[in-house]
């Protein structure tokens, strides 16, 4: 019906346009569903919009548009309101056409071609291999699934990828912590990882020499010592000693980490198309390649050592190292690499989900993709705040290298995936979110995931025990409750697309809520199992309607719909 109101408001400005009123007709017109039922079902604010180019008051040019409008059986009223809002009423028959056509798609209503088919590269999580997932990373994950479900029911074709980072200082920090722990020593260095899963992966090892990786590197890091140099000391002599024993016990941290990494996500009904190695990248030459095609364009340039990459004339606050005046490439540098390599795969957009903390590298990332002449504007960067975890009203603290923080297998555990999955959308991605782990456990209203999953759990408990076989006169449906019921059910579309397009899952986790209330609110103040079963047929079809709906909603939001609680 919207799409019918756009073309009828195009060819009644096209008509104000012949008579001199309007000089031309905007290609956007917004037309908005009404919130408040005594506004009509849809409104618009174009006259509001053209006023100026009309030359008279909003109100005035609505009451031409009102007046020019095409006769529509479809259309009951026109109303003006306010400075210039206008209104439109939509015909009980044309609404409630929308339960037919819920019931006859099924699980595919709500599909559109917004996208055409457009291809889309859709990065998340990403977080390092350095130890399991935590709280804060299922938020990314939850986020990103679900902006990945939206995209593709509005017509665009989406790949999920994780980008490994197992190469690179940190992950030397990890096999020598590992190693550590399996030489039991007691001289473990602050910034060496320290959580249980390092003894875990310590115990894995076999046929790996025992040695004293302190010997020649001072052991005190207290008093202003430098606990960087210390730490990259301890590497250094963890690679010499160990000789070729190093890369099996690298390996076997990064494959226990990433193996851990994978199986959460799975078990959170996250899917990836592919995981990309940053390895990958070094072995194939890819990231010397890359810093060479800068070069070779006048983008980098040599200081104290060092290869710098001219970001600032990208609009960056700072030049940037790519090569280390040791010679070794940055995580910059791979990640200029990883990128060129995302866009030379012929996607029509790339988008990145990264944490909040990584706003500052959004100018230096699009200035690599300016430099190496593809359009910046091609991928998109989502941020996304990580999740403050919060139980009996205390903040639970977190920190990964510490080894202090609650796992999403542990949140997993216990609140379940569906309570995860929509708390961790509940939210703008952008904004901070509080985790309730209390009110995420509770059975009652104020619990909304439980809230919109017993509305769907209620109607199929009707449902059960209806004996229902008579034709149904959709007509009938003309109280209140019926009524705001259905004028729901007509939204769904638009805030699909809407969700989609403004990567705003939140969007549609309220409008489940307020869906769910409204079928409360029908439920608590009308029968559905009566006497009259011409009505009782009626009202049968639209809570089937609605239960396809809270369904449809659901499982793009990676929520179960049970049919019992």
């Given at each position: 019906?919207?799409?019918?109101?756009?073309?009828?408001?195009?060819?009644?400005?096209?008509?104000?346009?012949?008579?001199?009123?309007?000089?031309?007709?905007?290609?956007?017109?917004?037309?908005?569903?009404?919130?408040?039922?005594?506004?009509?079902?849809?409104?618009?604010?174009?006259?509001?919009?053209?006023?100026?180019?009309?030359?008279?008051?909003?109100?005035?040019?609505?009451?031409?548009?009102?007046?020019?409008?095409?006769?529509?059986?479809?259309?009951?009223?026109?109303?003006?309101?306010?400075?210039?809002?206008?209104?439109?009423?939509?015909?009980?028959?044309?609404?409630?056409?929308?339960?037919?056509?819920?019931?006859?798609?099924?699980?595919?209503?709500?599909?559109?071609?917004?996208?055409?088919?457009?291809?889309?590269?859709?990065?998340?999580?990403?977080?390092?291999?350095?130890?399991?997932?935590?709280?804060?990373?299922?938020?990314?994950?939850?986020?990103?699934?679900?902006?990945?479900?939206?995209?593709?029911?509005?017509?665009?074709?989406?790949?999920?990828?994780?980008?490994?980072?197992?190469?690179?200082?940190?992950?030397?920090?990890?096999?020598?912590?590992?190693?550590?722990?399996?030489?039991?020593?007691?001289?473990?260095?602050?910034?060496?990882?320290?959580?249980?899963?390092?003894?875990?992966?310590?115990?894995?090892?076999?046929?790996?020499?025992?040695?004293?990786?302190?010997?020649?590197?001072?052991?005190?890091?207290?008093?202003?010592?430098?606990?960087?140099?210390?730490?990259?000391?301890?590497?250094?002599?963890?690679?010499?000693?160990?000789?070729?024993?190093?890369?099996?016990?690298?390996?076997?941290?990064?494959?226990?980490?990433?193996?851990?990494?994978?199986?959460?996500?799975?078990?959170?009904?996250?899917?990836?198309?592919?995981?990309?190695?940053?390895?990958?990248?070094?072995?194939?030459?890819?990231?010397?390649?890359?810093?060479?095609?800068?070069?070779?364009?006048?983008?980098?340039?040599?200081?104290?050592?060092?290869?710098?990459?001219?970001?600032?004339?990208?609009?960056?606050?700072?030049?940037?190292?790519?090569?280390?005046?040791?010679?070794?490439?940055?995580?910059?540098?791979?990640?200029?690499?990883?990128?060129?390599?995302?866009?030379?795969?012929?996607?029509?957009?790339?988008?990145?989900?990264?944490?909040?903390?990584?706003?500052?590298?959004?100018?230096?990332?699009?200035?690599?993709?300016?430099?190496?002449?593809?359009?910046?504007?091609?991928?998109?960067?989502?941020?996304?705040?990580?999740?403050?975890?919060?139980?009996?009203?205390?903040?639970?603290?977190?920190?990964?290298?510490?080894?202090?923080?609650?796992?999403?297998?542990?949140?997993?555990?216990?609140?379940?995936?569906?309570?995860?999955?929509?708390?961790?959308?509940?939210?703008?991605?952008?904004?901070?979110?509080?985790?309730?782990?209390?009110?995420?456990?509770?059975?009652?209203?104020?619990?909304?995931?439980?809230?919109?999953?017993?509305?769907?759990?209620?109607?199929?408990?009707?449902?059960?025990?209806?004996?229902?076989?008579?034709?149904p006169d959709l007509a009938?449906?003309?109280?209140?409750?019926?009524?705001?019921?259905?004028?729901?059910?007509?939204?769904?579309?638009?805030?699909?697309?809407?969700?989609?397009?403004?990567?705003?899952?939140?969007?549609?986790?309220?409008?489940?809520?307020?869906?769910?209330?409204?079928?409360?609110?029908?439920?608590?103040?009308?029968e559905f199992l009566i006497?009259?079963?011409?009505?009782?047929a009626s009202r049968l079809?639209?809570?089937?309607?609605?239960?396809?709906?809270?369904?449809?909603?659901?499982?793009?939001?990676?929520?179960?719909?049970?049919?019992?609680?």
């Amino acid at each position: 019906m919207k799409q019918r109101l756009h073309k009828l408001l195009k060819q009644t400005l096209s008509s104000l346009v012949d008579k001199g009123v309007l000089e031309s007709v905007p290609e956007h017109i917004r037309i908005d569903h009404s919130k408040d039922k005594t506004q009509g079902d849809f409104a618009t604010n174009i006259a509001m919009v053209l006023s100026k180019q009309a030359k008279c008051a909003p109100r005035v040019l609505a009451q031409q548009i009102k007046a020019n409008f095409p006769d529509s059986d479809q259309i009951e009223k026109i109303e003006i309101a306010g400075p210039g809002f206008i209104n439109f009423f939509i015909s009980q028959g044309e609404n409630i056409q929308i339960i037919e056509r819920i019931i006859n798609q099924a699980e595919h209503y709500g599909r559109a071609d917004v996208g055409k088919g457009q291809r889309i590269l859709l990065e998340f999580v990403s977080a390092n291999p350095t130890g399991p997932l935590h709280v804060g990373h299922g938020r990314g994950a939850a986020y990103g699934a679900t902006v990945a479900n939206l995209l593709r029911i509005v017509g665009f074709g989406v790949d999920c990828e994780y980008y490994v980072n197992d190469a690179g200082r940190q992950m030397d920090i990890l096999a020598t912590s590992v190693y550590l722990r399996y030489v039991e020593t007691n001289q473990f260095p602050d910034n060496g990882y320290k959580g249980g899963y390092i003894f875990d992966i310590a115990k894995e090892i076999s046929g790996v020499k025992k040695f004293n990786i302190f010997d020649g590197v001072y052991k005190d890091e207290k008093n202003g010592a430098d606990k960087d140099k210390h730490i990259d000391d301890l590497i250094a002599n963890c690679k010499s000693q160990l000789g070729s024993d190093y890369k099996q016990v690298f390996d076997l941290a990064i494959k226990n980490i990433l193996s851990g990494i994978k199986d959460d996500l799975d078990d959170f009904g996250v899917e990836y198309q592919q995981w990309f190695s940053e390895q990958s990248l070094v072995n194939s030459g890819l990231s010397e390649e890359t810093v060479q095609k800068l070069q070779d364009s006048g983008y980098i340039y040599e200081k104290e050592g060092a290869l710098w990459f001219k970001t600032t004339d990208f609009g960056d606050d700072l030049d940037r190292v790519v090569v280390r005046d040791n010679g070794m490439h940055t995580y910059f540098a791979s990640d200029i690499a990883y990128h060129l390599e995302k866009f030379e795969r012929g996607y029509d957009k790339i988008i990145n989900i990264w944490g909040a903390d990584h706003h500052g590298y959004i100018a230096r990332v699009k200035a690599s993709i300016g430099a190496l002449g593809h359009n910046p504007d091609k991928l998109e960067i989502l941020l996304v705040q990580f999740a403050n975890l919060y139980r009996g009203g205390e903040k639970v603290a977190m920190s990964t290298r510490s080894g202090s923080f609650v796992t999403l297998e542990e949140l997993r555990h216990e609140v379940g995936n569906d309570a995860a999955r929509f708390f961790y959308i509940l939210r703008k991605s952008e904004q901070h979110m509080d985790f309730d782990l209390d009110l995420a456990k509770s059975k009652s209203n104020e619990n909304p995931v439980f809230y919109i999953q017993y509305a769907h759990a209620r109607i199929c408990s009707v449902l059960d025990k209806a004996q229902d076989n008579q034709t149904p006169d959709l007509a009938l449906l003309n109280n209140e409750y019926e009524q705001t019921l259905i004028k729901q059910l007509n939204r769904y579309s638009d805030v699909i697309k809407n969700a989609a397009i403004n990567y705003e899952p939140h969007v549609l986790a309220y409008y489940l809520r307020d869906l769910a209330g409204d079928f409360h609110s029908y439920y608590n103040n009308c029968e559905f199992l009566i006497d009259d079963k011409t009505l009782q047929a009626s009202r049968l079809q639209l809570i089937i309607a609605t239960r396809q709906i809270l369904r449809n909603g659901l499982g793009l939001l990676g929520v179960s719909a049970p049919d019992k609680m």
